[in-house]
């Protein structure tokens, strides 16, 4: 059974693209010493937010190199975190999933571990999350929710 984490990302969406570069950062840090890939799947909401967190994530945090990749992305070598948004193919299999889009994907069951951010900022958006909080519930998943200061695993 996969795991499902609802985290508060701050309320806008710059803050919410920072608040992943962190939690990637974090990800991949605690698997350093892992023998096994532990690949990050990043959901965006579309194009434009992918390559906006692509281009944060080059400096993001500062004290750690996170190797990623858009996945439209041709030739490009494979690496441990990759950015997407829905419409795009991936037939990549990863352990993690980040979604910033507030909609889970139907297959979010399929990873170990399941990051879903919540801005809140009192919109649309919050309001789909909170449908997706109940489609865990109703898919016999019961997710944890984590404030913006608590940590996150």
């Known amino acids: 059974m996969s795991s499902v984490s609802f985290l508060q990302a701050g309320f806008s969406e710059d803050l919410a693209i920072d608040y992943v570069c962190d939690?990637?950062?974090?990800?991949?840090?605690?698997n350093l010493h892992d023998?096994?890939?532990?690949?990050?799947?990043?959901?965006?909401?579309d194009a434009k937010q992918a390559i906006k967190l692509d281009e944060r994530m080059w400096g993001y945090p500062k004290h750690i190199f996170i190797p990623?990749?858009?996945?439209?992305?041709?030739?490009s070598k494979d690496c441990e975190v990759s950015i997407s948004y829905p419409g795009i193919?991936?037939?990549?299999?990863?352990?993690?999933?980040?979604?910033?889009?507030?909609?889970?994907?139907?297959?979010?069951?399929?990873?170990?571990e399941t990051f879903q951010i919540v801005i809140k900022d009192n919109s649309t958006n919050q309001e789909i999350a909170r449908e997706s909080y109940k489609k865990c519930l109703g898919d016999g998943?019961?997710?944890?929710?984590?404030?913006?200061?608590?940590?996150?695993?």
């Open 141 to 153: 998943i019961k997710p944890k929710y984590i404030e913006e200061n608590e940590e996150s695993f």
């Open 68 to 75: 990623h990749k858009i996945s439209t992305e041709k030739n």
């Open 89 to 112: 193919k991936n037939n990549e299999e990863f352990y993690y999933l980040v979604n910033l889009n507030p909609q889970l994907p139907s297959n979010y069951s399929e990873y170990k």
């Open 35 to 45: 023998a096994t890939s532990k690949k990050i799947f990043i959901r965006c909401n």
């Open 23 to 30: 939690l990637t950062g974090k990800i991949i840090q605690k």
